[in-house]
Structures are given as C-alpha cells and as structure tokens.
C-alpha cells in the first residue's frame, strides 16, 4: 500500500466521527460534508509523521474549520428562525450511518440551542461534554488557556440547562402522543390538539421564502393548535417518521416532502414542534433511507 493510499483509508477509517463532530457543530448536514472535505484537503497537504494520534489530529482540524464556518456564519447574522436540518429515519429505526450521527441524543430541540451560543462556546461544549475532548486540546484550538476553555464550556452548559428539554424516553408513548396530534389536525379537532399540547408549547417553523411561509415563533397551546388547524389540508399527507431519533412527521404528496416536523414529548405532552417547510433544503433532505 502506497502512502497515499494508507492517508486515504486512515481518513476513511475516522470520517464518521468527523461527520459527526461537524453535524454537532455547524447544525447542517450539508455544511458538515463540506468541513469534513476541507479536513481531508488539509491532511492531504499536511506533514503528519510526527503525528502520534491521527483521530485526535483529524478532530482538531475539524474542529478549527468548523469554528471558522461559525463565525463566518454568525458575521452574516442569519435568520434565527433557521432551523437546523433533521436527519430522517424510518418510524421503525434508523440505520447505521444515521445511529452514527445520532449517538448522544442529538435531537432538534438540542440543535436550536447550540445555535443560540457563541462559536467559542459551542465548540467547547461540544468537543468536552459531547466528545470528551481534554480541555488543554480544546485551549490550543481557541489560543486560549485550559482554565478559559473550561469556563466557556460551562457558559454553555448554564445557557443550555432547561433550555433544550429531554423527551421522554419510552419511544413507543411518543408515537402515540404523534399519531393524536395527526389525527387532530386531520380532523380539525381544536379540543383534541389542546389535549396533547403542553401549555407553554412552543412551535418554530422554517419556511424560508416558501408558499407555506413567513417563518415564525408561536408560545402557548392555543394559538400552536391554530396553527396545526392550518396544517389540516397537508396532514392526509403526512406519515410518521423518527425525526433525529424522536416521533415526528413527514407530508409529502408525490413523494414531494412539504413540511417535515421534529417533536419533543415530555410529560405526555409535546413541548416543542421544529416545522422545516422551506422548499429549497427540503429538496436537498435525503429520503432514500424512508423508503426501505
């Protein structure tokens, strides 16, 4: 095996992690493909025979170019209603490539806070507590000390507390608080949807420049259920699918996908609803695995 080759098959051998450590970062599938290529690009042009732990040589360069998307991404101060992409599986479980990037409960809920933190935050937190990167590595990274990596990891974890709610585990409960809401919302049931609908739910939908937009924020069980009634004529469409690893839907009349929605239950309740409607990323999502 020539040295090209073996670097080839040693990235090969890490990508997933990579893919993943990425997708936790940057919230886009799209732009975690693009900062795992640029990591390989580096590694391709770089000197790594003093290298004694390609992974962790592999997850720090990752890191750094993700960091730079962060920050060149919160210079153009996006929309905050944007929300992240949802990776898609089947309602019966997802597959390997998605189990992989899923591990560690990485639901919708957890994306839209790790967005609301600064870059140097969300890289700390990420690397620490989700990848048990050692502080003194995620210090060289931010050309900061091991004692500010540290606080700013703990910034982060005070941001999040509370801020991103846990579902509740027992996945086949959640399905039915889902397939209740459909049926609501198909039969136009406003005392039905209230029922399933924690009082303080709170609805984000992404709709981008699309026909089902503007995109907007709604508080509370009354007016969210005024809005699943608005999702009454696309809810024959919809099918249940796992949404980051969580009960959720898909409507796509002609295998066109409209509107994909992330919940979170808690409580047999659902406690917030992540609408993507926006038909330029929708049409990007991969629905290969849905149909198996």
């Known amino acids: 095996m020539d040295e090209g080759e073996w670097l080839a098959r040693s990235f090969e051998a890490h990508r997933v992690r990579l893919r993943a450590v990425a997708y936790r970062m940057l919230g886009s599938l799209a732009d975690a493909d693009d900062a795992v290529q640029e990591t390989w690009l580096r590694l391709a042009r770089s000197d790594i025979s003093g290298v004694q732990n390609l992974g962790g040589w592999l997850t720090t360069v990752a890191a750094r170019v993700c960091l730079d998307m962060l920050r060149a991404r919160a210079a153009r101060r996006e929309d905050p209603l944007h929300l992240p992409d949802p990776i898609l599986s089947p309602a019966a ?131 969210v259920a005024g809005q699943a009634l608005g999702f009454a004529r696309f809810a024959r469409f919809a099918r249940p699918v796992l949404v980051n690893g969580t009960p959720g839907l898909i409507a796509a009349p002609d295998g066109r996908p409209i509107s994909v929605l992330g919940m979170t239950i808690r409580g047999d309740k659902i406690v917030e609803i992540d609408v993507l409607a926006d038909p330029d990323r929708l049409g990007r999502l991969d629905l290969t695995a849905l149909d198996g």
Do not use: Y
């Open 93 to 223: 479980g997802p597959g390997p490539e998605e189990q992989a990037l899923l591990a560690d409960s990485v639901g919708l809920a957890l994306l839209v806070v790790l967005d609301t933190l600064s870059p140097t935050e969300r890289l700390a937190f990420v690397l620490h507590d989700v990848f048990a990167v050692p502080f003194e590595e995620i210090a060289r990274i931010l050309d900061r000390s091991p004692a500010a990596a540290k606080q700013l990891a703990s910034r982060a974890r005070r941001r999040l507390g509370g801020a991103a709610p846990a579902p509740d585990a027992d996945l086949a409960r959640q399905r039915e608080i889902v397939d209740a809401f459909l049926a609501a919302a198909r039969d136009g049931d406003f005392g039905a949807l209230l029922a399933v609908l924690d009082p303080d739910v709170v609805l984000r939908a992404d709709a981008g420049a699309g026909p089902l937009g503007p995109s907007r924020l709604v508080h509370g069980s009354r007016a």
